[in-house]
C-alpha cells in the first residue's frame, strides 16, 4: 500500500465522525467505543500533518480543513460502492434484481412467471415492490419498471407500452347502479387519488363529457388502494390499462363503459447504462412484452 494515503479503514471512521461530528454516534454507528474513534481520528490527523476538528468542551466540529477532506472522502466512498455494485452485478452469480410497482407485480408479472422460469432456468429473480423510483446509480436493482414520463435522468430509458385510463367496478356496482353510459359517472361514488389532482375531471374532459359535478366519496393516495375499494363494490376507480387487464380476467373488476382514455404516462423499463448489454435483463423484457395479460384492450 502506498504511503500517500493513511490506512483505509481511517475514511470510513472520518466520514461517519465528521458526518455526526460526533464521535460517540460515529463509534455506535460503527460497532466500535467512542475512544478508538478518538485514537484513529488522532492516527489521521498525524498522518495528514494538520488538525480535522475543532475539539470543544462538549463534543467536535470540523474546521475548515475537515470540511473540505469530506467532500473527498465522500466522493471517494460514492465510487467505491459503485465499483463494487457494477463489479459484483457483473460476476456474481446471475441474479436479475427487478423493482416493480405492486399492481405491476401481483397483476401481470407473478400470474406468469413460472414460464419465465421454465424458459430461462438459469436466471434467477428477484423483485421488491415500490411506487418509488428506484436511484439505480446506488439502489440494489437492476432493472426497475415504472410508469411515467420517461424523463429520468442519467440511465437507460425504454418504452415499453402506452396506457389508457378505464373506469372499473365490481360487477354488482354496474348492475345496481345500471351503468351503461360515462355520463352517469356523476349519479355514482367515485374513488379518487389525492396525488392526482382532478383526476376524474380530466378523465372526463379526454372523453369530452359535459362538465358536471362528482361524488367523491373516497380518495386514497395509494393507486393499489383504490383498486381494492373498487374491489370491494365501494365506488368507481379508474384503472390503469392494459396493466390491470387480470382483474377484467378474473372477473373481480368490470368495465362498465367500453371507452378509456390515452393514460399521459406510459410504462417504462429504467436500467444502468453499462448493463444496456445484459443477457438477462434482455430476455426478462422481451418475456414480459409477449404476455397476454398485456394486451392492449
Not at 122 to 128: C, L, Q, S, T, V
Not at 229 to 242: D, H, K, R, S, V
Amino acid at each position: 500500500m502506498s504511503n500517500k494515503l493513511p490506512a483505509l479503514h481511517l475514511f470510513g471512521i472520518f466520514e461517519a465522525a465528521a458526518r455526526h461530528e460526533n464521535f460517540k454516534q460515529a463509534a455506535a454507528e460503527l460497532f466500535i467505543t467512542p475512544s478508538a474513534v478518538s485514537h484513529q481520528i488522532k492516527a489521521l490527523e498525524t498522518f495528514l500533518g494538520f488538525e480535522l476538528f475543532q475539539r470543544k468542551s462538549r463534543g467536535v466540529a470540523l474546521n475548515a480543513a475537515g470540511k473540505v477532506y469530506l467532500h473527498y472522502v465522500q466522493q471517494g466512498i460514492d465510487k467505491l460502492e459503485q465499483g463494487t455494485k457494477v463489479v459484483r452485478n457483473k460476476f456474481s452469480s446471475p441474479s436479475l434484481k427487478i423493482s416493480a410497482f405492486p399492481t405491476m407485480t401481483s397483476n401481470v408479472i407473478i400470474p406468469q412467471l413460472s414460464l419465465f422460469q421454465q424458459k430461462h432456468p438459469d436466471i434467477d429473480i428477484r423483485i421488491e415492490t415500490g411506487m418509488n423510483v428506484s436511484d439505480l446509480r446506488y439502489d440494489d436493482c437492476d432493472l426497475a419498471l415504472r410508469v411515467g414520463k420517461g424523463d429520468w435522468q442519467g440511465v437507460v430509458v425504454k418504452k415499453l407500452l402506452d396506457l389508457t385510463a378505464h373506469a372499473v367496478c365490481t360487477a354488482d356496482f354496474a348492475k345496481k347502479h345500471k351503468l351503461t353510459s360515462p355520463e352517469q359517472i356523476s349519479q355514482v361514488p367515485l374513488i379518487d387519488l389525492a396525488n392526482m389532482d382532478n383526476v376524474w375531471r380530466t378523465w372526463a374532459e379526454a372523453m369530452q363529457l359535459p362538465e358536471m359535478q362528482y361524488q367523491h366519496k373516497l380518495t386514497f393516495s395509494n393507486y393499489d388502494a383504490s383498486l381494492q375499494a373498487a374491489e370491494q363494490g365501494l365506488g368507481l376507480a379508474l384503472a390503469i390499462m392494459p396493466i390491470e387487464h387480470s382483474l377484467i380476467e378474473r372477473n373481480l373488476l368490470v368495465l362498465p363503459f367500453e371507452q378509456g382514455t390515452s393514460f399521459q404516462q406510459a410504462l417504462y423499463a429504467v436500467y444502468r447504462e453499462e448493463d444496456q448489454d445484459r443477457h438477462d435483463i434482455h430476455c426478462f423484457l422481451d418475456w414480459l412484452m409477449k404476455l397476454d395479460n398485456l394486451k392492449v384492450i
